[in-house]
């Protein structure tokens, strides 16, 4: 689906003086919200029309034109998934965060400010049906959707009308709700030359006449009782690439107490590149034949070691089929912060050592082209200029992920630690413009004025983890 044509619906919808219901929609949901006073003090229908403008005249030059989606329908069911482009989603956040700008110079209490931001969410998921129903006219009258047929494919609506009709303008199939007594929701069923047979959603039968005044439903989901509109019919949700920190956590060598992370937990793809049920079974399996080996007598830190070097290939496999081999395309390249990247490494250390592997070669072939892919662009690799500030980066990075870890360890009671650890930092500006890890931290234990006690202490885990 293309980007551009469903921008245009969005500024048509917004902007159309026929057909108001998407502005009466926004402005209900103003008038439904803790804060109704907006419609007069602040409209936001101007805004969302001035931002469908800029959305339209912008989207012919965004990256991405073309996005990909699924979309199934089984007769009365329908299915429709898909991405948002990068410059779609901050323009929605921006859209979101003008429209509630003028509360939130008003709030003075922790309840306003959290009514507010719960009212930008809503005003967000609105955004985005707005967004969907382009989506769902784009295939429609792009002759792909049932090819042929293009005439006959209904049109699905992503909100209640807010205008009266008359019953004989809706097509079979339709939902409505008549205008005089809105509680209950009717289904048109068969269209007679003189009556409109239609049924409620207890089943049962009814005709009634063309010229009855109704408002016609929405075509999301239901609720179990049928009637209103399922809470999750509509969502969206940042999606990726999801691969756990470690395989297995040793909790107590002692009690031979292990904490694992079984099926998606563990590992799951992009849900729009393949089965996420692929890695899960995959883990599962280890996880079972971990357990098989206990029974067989199989000593601890050797099962521990087999499920490590398994699940992490099986988790590389997970990344890779999704990413085309690992470097990623114009959808869907790897891609993680600093701070995540760095409690990777940090974990799989840890349990390299848990498992007693050799913790010079935490990454494997396939693991290192993933971070590199993820931290440096194609064609960067070359550049010194972008290197070197890539390596000063990630030393700050791996220097706060140190302090980090330090102030978490309770076994360390000395007062000002973290200052005196700073110090030493910020002292060794020239030897944090080597690459030598080794040479560095080896300085910077030289220099620290403390104990022999706490630079043990400092030295393993900490100091053997950051180098």
Not at 113 to 133: A, N, P, Q, S
Not at 148 to 158: E, F, I, K, S
Not at 213 to 220: D, P, S
Not at 359 to 375: E, F, G, H, P, T
Request: hydrophobic share 35%; with cysteine.
């Amino acid at each position: 689906v293309r980007s551009a044509p469903v921008a245009d619906f969005m500024l048509n919808a917004i902007t159309n003086k026929k057909d108001k219901n998407w502005q009466t929609h926004f402005n209900k949901i103003v008038e439904d919200s803790a804060f109704p006073d907006l419609i007069d003090f602040d409209p936001i229908v101007p805004k969302i029309r001035r931002a469908c403008q800029d959305l339209a005249k912008r989207a012919p030059t965004f990256r991405r034109q073309t996005l990909q989606t699924r979309f199934f329908e089984t007769g009365d069911n329908y299915y429709l998934g898909m991405e948002h482009t990068r410059e779609y989603d901050a323009w929605k956040n921006a859209l979101a965060s003008e429209l509630v700008a003028p509360l939130s110079l008003k709030a003075k209490s922790g309840k306003i400010v959290k009514d507010i931001e719960r009212f930008r969410g809503i005003l967000m998921h609105h955004i985005d049906r707005l967004w969907y129903d382009g989506v769902l006219e784009v295939i429609r009258t792009g002759d792909v959707y049932n090819p042929g047929a293009r005439r006959r494919v209904p049109r699905l609506y992503l909100i209640n009308s807010y205008t009266d009709m008359k019953l004989g303008s809706l097509p079979v199939g339709e939902s409505f709700r008549l205008s005089a007594e809105p509680k209950e929701k009717y289904e048109v069923m068969i269209n007679q030359s003189s009556k409109i047979v239609v049924r409620n959603v207890e089943g049962y039968i009814f005709k009634m006449s063309k010229s009855t005044q109704v408002k016609r439903e929405g075509n999301l989901t239901r609720s179990p009782d049928g009637n209103t509109e399922s809470k999750v019919s509509l969502a969206t949700f940042p999606v990726g690439h999801y691969v756990n920190h470690r395989t297995m956590r040793h909790n107590s060598a002692e009690k031979g107490y292990a904490f694992a992370f079984a099926g998606d937990e563990q590992a799951t793809p992009h849900f729009m590149r393949y089965s996420g049920l692929t890695g899960a079974c995959i883990n599962a399996y280890f996880f079972n034949t971990f357990i098989k080996q206990a029974v067989d007598g199989m000593p601890f830190i050797d099962r521990f070691r087999q499920y490590s070097v398994e699940t992490n290939w099986s988790n590389g496999e997970v990344v890779q089929r999704g990413t085309t081999a690992n470097f990623g395309d114009g959808f869907l390249r790897p891609g993680f912060s600093y701070s995540d990247g760095l409690d990777y490494m940090h974990s799989k250390i840890i349990e390299y050592r848990e498992s007693d592997q050799d913790v010079d070669n935490v990454l494997s072939r396939d693991w290192s082209i993933k971070m590199a892919s993820s931290m440096v662009p194609r064609g960067m690799e070359l550049n010194e200029a972008f290197i070197s500030t890539l390596y000063k980066k990630l030393q700050a990075a791996v220097f706060e992920k140190f302090i980090t870890e330090v102030n978490n360890d309770k076994s360390f009671t000395m007062e000002g630690l973290e200052n005196l650890l700073r110090d030493r930092y910020e002292a060794m500006a020239k030897q944090r413009e080597s690459s030598d890890s080794d040479a560095f931290w080896n300085d910077f234990t030289d220099g620290l004025k403390v104990d022999d006690k706490i630079t043990i202490m400092l030295g393993d885990p900490h100091i053997f983890i950051a180098r």
